[in-house]
């Protein structure tokens, strides 16, 4: 069974611009999560999806958003890229939206110069 | 905010000896869940403890949980170079969907 696959690995983006971040989840598995990852932060929640449907959002500014597809794929879109957005950002797939282990991607490293 | 937190936060062993790391939480909970990751890696699932478990073991893992202490322990036998890495708790709020996650500890194995 292939795992969670996430894409690209690496991005560098500037100042100002936008980026899409794809997370491809575990055949079978409807609920996708996303998370950002930084050296001082740690893993802070930004949203989940669960049917299409976006169950929970993190405290994010509205430049960053999130989609699911029909077939649980799962978009995040950040616009106007700020320098403090570079992270290693995760997707997370897991059979129910609850109370049950997530399986993670190995992550997109997004760098904003 | 951070609903875990990790203690400590970095912890030096050599191979072979037993690594014992601890997460305290906030509120009231439905599960706890350990994780590792690997040098800036996705994460890998360890296991899950639910609120009305105590213990619950996995190969070389041993994890508690101290609802009253609203605590948690991993600890890792006979320790591995493969073990390096950092361990992250992340617990659900209880009414939430989102999985919250503390800090976590970085693990070195020296050989």
Not at chain 1, 80 to 106: K, P, V
Request: hydrophobic share 30%.
């Amino acid at each position: 069974k292939a795992g969670v696959t996430q894409t690209p690995r690496y991005l560098i983006k500037t100042r100002g611009q936008q980026v899409t971040l794809s997370c491809s989840p575990i055949s079978g598995h409807r609920s996708v999560s996303w998370y950002q990852q930084t050296p001082g932060q740690g893993l802070q929640f930004l949203f989940e999806y669960f049917s299409e449907t976006q169950r929970n959002k993190g405290n994010f500014p509205g430049r960053f958003s999130g989609r699911q597809f029909s077939n649980s794929r799962s978009e995040m879109n950040v616009s106007t890229l700020e320098l403090g957005d570079s992270a290693l950002y995760l997707c997370a797939s897991s059979l129910a939206i609850r109370n049950t282990e997530a399986f993670f991607g190995q992550g997109t490293r997004l760098t904003v110069v | 905010s951070q609903q875990g937190e990790e203690d400590p936060q970095a912890l030096s062993i050599q191979e072979g000896e037993n690594a014992t790391m601890n997460c305290s939480y906030k509120t009231s909970i439905n599960n706890l869940q350990w994780y590792r990751q690997n040098s800036g890696r996705g994460l890998v699932h360890l296991i899950l403890i639910r609120s009305n478990e105590r213990e619950k073991h996995s190969g070389r893992l041993r994890v508690t949980l101290d609802t009253s202490k609203k605590s948690s322990s991993l600890l890792i036998t006979a320790s591995r170079a493969a073990d390096t890495a950092s361990y992250f708790c992340a617990t659900d709020d209880g009414s939430n969907y989102q999985l919250i996650w503390g800090a976590g500890t970085k693990l070195i194995i020296k050989p």
